[in-house]
């Protein structure tokens, strides 16, 4: 069967940007993008919505999703870019596991790099179970930084997930590897980003049996509170409109639906928080991370 995405590559003049709005918000200092454009396609994408100031080409936000340019050069980039104090958020404009990096993995290489020259916090930004493929990687560089896994989780309906992210991992298999993930040792954070229509005590309830960390949330970013920036794709409106899910745009709709969210999460004595006030979890380091540079001397 023909794939139904493209791979380009080319040679990208930086790896590591200095963040801005969101990201920096919740406190990391540079993000890292292996790619530009992602062939999850996922319909409510707020990145093609960034056009150019999310660092894409016209052909990128007009065929989201159809294709993917990998930076050729990143890992060799990224060696030389690399800093000690830096908090790494890859990536807000591609997921680093697209389904494009199962058949060109270029991932490894930037992990090597990264274990080489350890910034102070990492964190990778997925919904795919792809990401188990990297776990020796993943161990060795939770071993000399703080690595956070934040795993995208969207609905406990799998129904709903076929229609707004078709190409994304089902439910069940996301929340096996995030169990995966963590019995390896590593920090992993449910990011229940977007909330698409689910069933929220339950789908809370799921995704905080499955992890210890804090637990992070944001709805579909909607134009009426959002009149700049980026904002959730259009598609994603359509479908919702077309099935009866319009109120999940809606900003009183979506705080009804975080309250309940929320009272699961504190029943539990878990935290709990929405947009970058939940990010800034990610950005923060483990105060004696399992470096072997801070093992004691023998
Ligand atoms: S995985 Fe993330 S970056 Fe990729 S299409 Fe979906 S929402 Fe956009």
């Not at 590591?16 to 530009?36: E, Q, V, Y």
């Not at 259009?234 to 009272?263: C, K, V, Y």
Request: proline share 10%; charged share 20%; net charge positive.
């Amino acid at each position: 069967m023909p794939e139904r995405f493209r791979i380009l590559s080319a040679d990208a003049r930086t790896i590591l940007s200095r963040t801005s709005g969101f990201i920096a918000a919740a406190g990391f200092t540079h993000s890292l993008t292996p790619a530009r454009n992602c062939t999850f396609a996922c319909t409510y994408c707020y990145v093609p919505t960034m056009r150019l100031q999310g660092g894409l080409q016209p052909e990128d936000w007009r065929r989201w999703g159809q294709f993917t340019t990998f930076k050729d050069n990143a890992a060799a980039l990224l060696a030389r870019a690399l800093r000690p104090a830096q908090r790494i958020y890859c990536s807000p404009t591609v997921d680093p596991y697209q389904p494009a990096e199962a058949i060109e993995p270029h991932m490894p290489a930037l992990l090597d790099a990264l274990i080489a020259h350890p910034p102070a916090v990492v964190a990778l930004q997925t919904r795919a179970i792809l990401i188990l493929r990297d776990l020796p990687r993943l161990i060795e560089l939770a071993r000399r930084t703080t690595l956070r896994v934040s795993f995208s989780l969207t609905t406990n309906r799998d129904e709903i997930r076929r229609l707004y992210e078709p190409h994304c991992d089902p439910f069940e298999a996301r929340l096996d590897a995030i169990v995966r993930l963590r019995a390896a040792g590593l920090l992993v954070h449910a990011t229940l980003a977007p909330i698409l229509p689910c069933h929220p005590e339950p789908f809370t309830q799921a995704a905080l049996d499955a992890t210890t960390e804090a637990l992070i949330a944001d709805p579909f970013h909607a134009r009426s509170t959002k009149p700049r920036g980026a904002t959730t794709r259009p598609e994603s409106e359509a479908i919702s409109r077309r099935h009866g899910f319009l109120e999940w745009h809606d900003p009183t709709f979506q705080s009804t639906i975080l309250e309940r969210m929320a009272h699961v999460a504190a029943r539990a004595g878990r935290p709990f928080a929405a947009g970058p006030a939940g990010f800034a979890w990610l950005a923060q380091p483990v105060a004696t991370p399992s470096s072997p540079h801070s093992a004691p001397l023998s």
